[in-house]
């Protein structure tokens, strides 16, 4: 079952390639902004670079929230999803995962190249994508909850911001603390295993909220 | 098999509907009629699990629909007014995913054997955004030939749909309910079920 909503989703990415690219380019050019702003100056952009690649991530992911069930939620698949025998849990972490494939694993990939901008050396890099890769799947998944929360409303889109940006603080702290730890000389694990502790947390929580949110949403 | 104590639903502060009762057998339909805004898809809804009603209990098999949850759901096909179908799928991939999602895996042979039988042959790998209103809903309604439900709910089935699609539809519910289904459904066209018991339920 997860597995079928998993290819359904990304078989509509494919379909419609240029949703999965907006999130991509609007990354890559917010990135890109900052170095042609504050101009060429190496100290200030390496010690940037860390947390504008994560605000940038932030942001990229959540551009994309408000697709993630309103198109099912117009064409009546989404009744239909609350009607299926399957546990409704399971069905919204499936689409949060393929969220996360669409959206969040291409942040991961470009990462390296945006970081190599700011002359990031290379083991800081490992560490982006390490964080990168732990943290994303967080956000699609706490995302989602914002996106099941405001399913319907008007304004919707602004309402999901307020809503996911402050519980995703703590994945930006983390997440562009690991990168500073690292180029600092000290341990990141702690930074790394806090960041895998949200993961577990919240693949185990959020789609129950989730579920929970959409029968509240579709009443 | 499926009974309605006492519903009552509210939307904002209006009273939809209140006191509504019925028991429905194994082979019987029930027609609910009213005018527009009477609050039938909501009754249907309510029926569906998808929204609870305001006041009353609905019993499948003697058992509260909110306790049973997915064993109710594995007995229902609920085709309302959005018809579910996603326009970037082919008219195959929208029927054989619906199903899946409904539970029921469908192979490609049956899919295209339950298409041609809806009309649809030779459009099986159009995408759904091309297709003409009637179509889509006999996409929707194709999910009835591979779905081995009991119980259907059909919300306006008819609509949009040819004569010759109305007949075949009619036939497709005469044979459910010979094999002991149950269908609740609303339509303002006039159709001629036989079935082994037939309720009319009217709200005002």
């Given at each position: 079952m997860l597995f079928w909503i998993i290819q359904r989703d990304l078989l509509l990415a494919i379909r419609r390639r240029s949703d999965v690219l907006t999130t991509l380019f609007f990354f890559v050019i917010v990135v890109s902004l900052f170095p042609l702003s504050v101009g060429p100056e190496m100290n200030l952009l390496r010690t940037m670079a860390p947390g504008i690649v994560w605000v940038a991530a932030l942001l990229a992911s959540m551009l994309s929230l408000g697709r993630l069930f309103s198109s099912d939620y117009l064409d009546g698949t989404l009744e239909q999803m609350l009607l299926s025998p399957q546990s409704l849990s399971i069905l919204v972490l499936g689409k949060a995962l393929a969220h996360w494939l669409v959206t969040g694993v291409p942040l991961v990939l470009m990462a390296p190249v945006l970081g190599i901008q700011y002359d990031l050396p290379a083991d800081a890099l490992f560490v982006l994508v390490m964080s990168l890769l732990l943290g994303t799947p967080v956000l699609s998944l706490i995302g989602a909850i914002g996106a099941a929360l405001t399913?319907?409303?008007?304004?919707?889109g602004v309402l999901v911001s307020l809503l996911v940006l402050p519980l995703y603080i703590p994945v930006l702290i983390f997440g562009a603390g690991a990168v500073e730890a690292n180029m600092a000389g000290v341990s990141y694990d702690a930074h790394l295993s806090l960041l895998g502790a949200f993961l577990l947390v919240s693949l185990v929580l959020a789609p129950w909220a989730i579920a929970a949110s959409l029968r509240v949403s579709m009443e | 098999m499926l009974q309605g104590i006492n519903l009552a639903c509210v939307r904002g502060d209006r009273?939809?509907?209140?006191?509504v009762n019925f028991t429905l057998e194994a082979g019987g339909l029930m027609q609910v009629h009213g005018p527009n805004g009477s609050g039938k898809t909501s009754l249907l809804r309510i029926l569906c699990g998808l929204s609870s009603p305001a006041l009353g209990e609905i019993n499948w098999c003697g058992a509260s629909i909110r306790d049973l949850k997915g064993e109710y759901f594995s007995n229902l096909t609920y085709i309302g007014h959005?018809?579910?179908?996603?326009?970037?799928?082919t008219v195959l991939e929208n029927l054989r995913i619906s199903s899946a999602l409904a539970g029921e895996h469908v192979s490609e042979i049956q899919a295209r054997d339950a298409l041609m039988r809806m009309g649809l042959n030779g459009r099986?790998?159009?995408?759904?955004?091309?297709?003409?209103q009637g179509q889509r809903r006999r996409v929707a309604l194709a999910r009835l030939l591979v779905c081995k439900t009991k119980l259907w709910i059909l919300d306006e089935?008819?609509?949009?749909?040819?004569v010759m699609a109305v007949q075949l539809i009619q036939e497709l519910l005469e044979r459910h309910l010979a094999e002991k289904g149950l269908v609740v459904m609303t339509t303002h066209q006039a159709i001629d079920v036989a079935a082994i018991s037939t309720v009319h339920l009217r709200l005002t």
């Open positions: 399913l319907g409303l008007r304004g919707g | 009273r939809l509907f209140k006191a959005l018809s579910g179908t996603k326009d970037d799928l099986e790998f159009l995408p759904a955004k091309v297709l003409s089935p008819l609509a949009a749909l040819d």
